[in-house]
């Protein structure tokens, strides 16, 4: 009894031996083969003439033509085989390198070519077409005359092959492919079957039935994806009674005089959605997002204090050391504008002395300190709370889902904020962070003067550097940024240390310059970093440490080395860091690239501001995978284009809510088939702590 699970070498055309070259793509079972779909679908439908075709050099043909004569004659490298062919219009010659097979085979007949024509000595040739016979006889119409799939191709594994394989198994285990949606529901949505969709994918009848089957499959993927999302949230979050914040006017009346400015708008619309969750009876799980410079400490401050004001305790989470501190300042100077405000605040780094981390430990599990700013340190077995009621955690795409996870068993399901500084695309959210609400502090603080951005050609450095001496000889500070710490020998890129020697040495050399990089000691990171706030140093050449969780008003300008070699969205990050004061920013983009490509990249940095257009424009030229490193979130997506498929991704949540409100479980006999489904495409995954 034939069953989707059967393996593929049982299929005819396979055997042992290519089923090993099937396992190097991922291909091990029957259904295995049937959703690896090919990479493109070449057009052979639109057959053209021989006089045509003699004026097509350069392009792929497909052509009905007859046989005229072959002839075969010995050439250096072997045997050449010559084939005249003929229609109505002219003839057309092919040829083939030690070919013997095509000698006499298809003499008389009439045959299907496809290729590309070369002019070859001064005339048009077909070098190597495709044939295949016109009439029934053979594999007519696999690879010509039709929309034929174009597959990857690995070890023995050729095109030929994959075509007789993929027909044998549609024709073998095709009916074997149940739907899993009622038929109602097709039809509401205009949706072809599964099985049509499949068999489309691999041999359409034409473009438009390749495209209603993408869309059916891609449709599947999504709403899969948003059905897991919903569907682990629901077993994780919503399912069991989370802790209820008492918040009121009084309580936020006295955070906001703690603040030194007034919230704006975005702010404040972001803040109130965060209190709303905070209030209801289960655990809050909630994306905070903005641009760089739009306030999310600021949001993220408040909300930690109305937790403590209901004596919870709260965990800050943070990256690095250097943005740990950062919050831990922040927090801090806040607090110190109240005599009255009796907050503890303690920092917890795998740099902390074993004294003083024992210290500190005593002090979390007894409920003496109220928030807690730390590192990777705090996902230590041995770090407890009290009551921990509100974990926040800041760059939240470097912590992974398992160390997420980790942190929630901290507490009685405590309320979860992550935050996100690279704003992230709305398709983009709603495939990664499915399962979390949204807030978007969507405006920069009134006062801010942006960053000029320009990517000078290499025969302008000098000017720049003029450009970056007056600013410093003025008492600005400026940061030079490259890629890598140390040379490498594969690259043909300058170092953050090599450039601080050459700085040192040359542009300015009349300046005091400080080197800061990720394998530095701990304490010398923290020495160059005071150094500079206090303005002892007037640049720092650094690696992307900088990249987050430094605040130097007084830094305006900023040379990115090497620019190319970055992400938009990272780029627009570490332009953020001369964007903190009231003085208008400055960032020159260096690249010796000549490509159009890396140029076309740079100049969406000069030309737009605005974060989440750029991070559209990042997500476009770098795709879901690489973006944010999506595949820890689990968001892989085989057809689906997030950008380009945005509206059937929108429908396909809005499908998925309404049936997990309709059917949380998914366990009712209507939606039982989607469930299976479900736990088929995405089993493992449903297990892993939420992704918040």
């Given at each position: 009894m034939r069953q989707l699970t059967d393996e593929v070498q049982y299929l005819k055309g396979v055997g042992p031996a290519r089923s090993q070259d099937f396992a190097h793509l991922g291909v091990h079972t029957v259904l295995d083969l049937l959703y690896t779909f090919p990479r493109r679908l070449s057009d052979r439908t639109n057959f053209t003439t021989v006089v045509e075709a003699r004026q097509s050099v350069g392009t792929e043909v497909a052509l009905r033509?007859?046989?005229?004569?072959?002839?075969?004659?010995?050439?250096?490298?072997?045997?050449?085989?010559?084939?005249?062919?003929?229609?109505?219009?002219?003839?057309?010659?092919?040829?083939?390198?030690?070919?013997?097979?095509?000698?006499?085979?298809?003499?008389?007949?009439?045959?299907?070519?496809?290729?590309?024509?070369?002019?070859?000595?001064?005339?048009p040739q077909l070098v190597h077409?495709?044939?295949?016979?016109?009439?029934?006889?053979?594999?007519?119409?696999?690879?010509?005359?039709?929309?034929?799939?174009?597959?990857?191709?690995?070890?023995?594994?050729?095109?030929?092959?994959?075509?007789?394989?993929?027909?044998?198994?549609?024709?073998?285990?095709?009916?074997?492919?149940?739907?899993?949606?009622?038929?109602?529901?097709?039809?509401?949505?205009?949706?072809?079957?599964?099985?049509?969709?499949?068999?489309?994918?691999?041999?359409?009848?034409?473009?438009?039935?390749?495209?209603?089957?993408?869309?059916?499959?891609?449709?599947?993927?999504?709403?899969?994806?948003?059905?897991?999302?919903?569907?682990?949230?629901?077993?994780?979050?919503?399912?069991?009674?989370?802790?209820?914040?008492?918040?009121?006017?009084?309580?936020?009346?006295?955070?906001?005089?703690?603040?030194?400015?007034?919230?704006?708008?975005?702010?404040?619309?972001?803040?109130?959605?965060?209190?709303?969750?905070?209030?209801r009876p289960v655990p809050m799980h909630r994306l905070l997002q903005g641009d760089v410079g739009s306030g999310k400490t600021a949001v993220a401050f408040a909300a930690a204090l109305v937790a403590v004001a209901d004596r919870a305790q709260v965990a800050v989470m943070a990256p690095t050391e250097l943005l740990a501190r950062q919050h831990e300042r922040t927090f801090t100077e806040l607090l110190g504008r109240s005599?009255?405000?009796?907050?503890?605040?303690?920092?917890?780094?795998?740099?902390?002395?074993?004294?003083?981390?024992?210290?500190?430990?005593?002090?979390?599990?007894?409920?003496?300190?109220?928030?807690?700013?730390?590192?990777?340190?705090?996902?230590?077995?041995?770090?407890?709370?009290?009551?921990?009621?509100?974990?926040?955690?800041?760059?939240?795409?470097r912590f992974g889902v398992a160390q997420r996870a980790v942190l929630r068993e901290k507490g009685r399901r405590p309320d979860v904020l992550v935050m996100?500084?690279?704003?992230?695309?709305?398709?983009?959210?709603?495939?990664?962070?499915?399962?979390?609400?949204?807030s978007t502090i969507d405006a920069l603080p009134p006062g801010r003067k942006g960053v000029r951005t320009c990517a000078p050609p290499p025969e302008d450095r000098p000017q720049v550097w003029d450009a970056v001496r007056?600013?410093?000889?003025?008492?600005?500070?400026?940061?030079?940024?490259?890629?890598?710490?140390?040379?490498?020998?594969?690259?043909?890129?300058?170092?953050?240390?090599?450039?601080?020697?050459?700085?040192?040495?040359?542009?300015?050399?009349?300046?005091?310059?400080?080197?800061l990089h990720g394998r530095m000691?701990?304490?010398?990171?923290?020495?160059?970093?005071?150094?500079?706030?206090?303005?002892?140093?007037?640049?720092?050449?650094?690696?992307?440490?900088?990249?987050?969780?430094?605040?130097?008003?007084?830094?305006?300008?900023?040379?990115?080395?090497?620019?190319?070699?970055?992400?938009?969205?990272?780029?627009?990050?570490?332009?953020?860091?001369?964007?903190?004061g009231q003085t208008?920013?400055?960032?020159?983009l260096f690249s010796d690239q000549a490509r159009e490509t890396a140029r076309q990249r740079l100049d969406v940095l000069v030309n737009e501001s605005d974060g989440f257009r750029i991070a559209e424009e990042d997500l476009r030229l770098r795709g879901a995978g690489e973006f944010l490193g999506t595949r820890q979130h689990g968001a892989s997506l085989q057809l689906t284009d997030i950008v380009e498929d945005f509206e059937i991704l929108r429908q396909a949540r809005e499908d998925a809510q309404r049936l997990l409100r309709a059917d949380p479980d998914l366990t009712s006999r209507t939606h039982r088939p989607v469930r299976e489904e479900l736990f088929r495409t995405l089993g493992e995954r449903l297990s892993l702590g939420h992704s918040g």
């Open positions: 033509v007859r046989v005229l004569d072959a002839r075969q004659r010995r050439i250096r490298r072997g045997k050449l085989v010559t084939v005249l062919f003929e229609d109505d219009t002219g003839t057309l010659e092919a040829i083939w390198f030690n070919a013997d097979w095509v000698l006499d085979q298809f003499h008389g007949q009439e045959v299907l070519l496809f290729g590309k024509v070369q002019a070859r000595g001064g005339h077409p495709r044939i295949e016979y016109a009439g029934p006889a053979g594999d007519a119409g696999l690879m010509i005359g039709r929309m034929v799939p174009v597959y990857p191709l690995t070890g023995r594994l050729t095109q030929g092959t994959w075509l007789k394989v993929m027909r044998a198994a549609l024709d073998q285990y095709g009916p074997l492919l149940h739907e899993f949606y009622p038929q109602g529901f097709l039809q509401e949505r205009g949706l072809m079957s599964r099985r049509e969709a499949v068999a489309n994918m691999h041999f359409p009848a034409d473009a438009q039935a390749a495209e209603r089957a993408r869309h059916r499959l891609v449709y599947d993927e999504c709403l899969l994806l948003q059905l897991g999302l919903g569907y682990r949230r629901h077993q994780t979050v919503d399912a069991q009674p989370g802790r209820v914040f008492r918040t009121g006017r009084e309580v936020e009346r006295r955070i906001r005089t703690l603040l030194p400015f007034e919230l704006t708008r975005a702010q404040d619309r972001a803040l109130q959605e965060i209190l709303a969750d905070m209030a005599p009255r405000a009796r907050v503890r605040v303690g920092l917890l780094t795998s740099a902390l002395k074993p004294r003083e981390r024992a210290t500190l430990l005593s002090a979390l599990a007894a409920g003496a300190v109220d928030i807690t700013i730390a590192t990777h340190a705090a996902l230590q077995e041995d770090v407890h709370f009290r009551d921990l009621g509100l974990v926040i955690i800041d760059e939240q795409h996100t500084a690279t704003p992230i695309p709305r398709s983009l959210a709603l495939t990664v962070y499915g399962d979390l609400d949204v007056r600013a410093l000889r003025e008492g600005r500070q400026a940061y030079i940024v490259s890629p890598l710490v140390a040379e490498h020998e594969d690259l043909d890129v300058q170092s953050a240390a090599e450039a601080y020697e050459s700085l040192s040495a040359g542009e300015l050399r009349d300046f005091r310059l400080g080197l000691e701990r304490g010398e990171q923290q020495r160059v970093l005071d150094a500079f706030r206090t303005g002892h140093l007037n640049a720092i050449v650094s690696t992307v440490v900088v990249e987050v969780g430094l605040d130097v008003p007084n830094a305006t300008l900023m040379v990115v080395l090497h620019a190319d070699r970055f992400g938009l969205a990272q780029l627009h990050q570490l332009r953020g860091r001369v964007a903190r208008r920013g400055e960032c020159f």
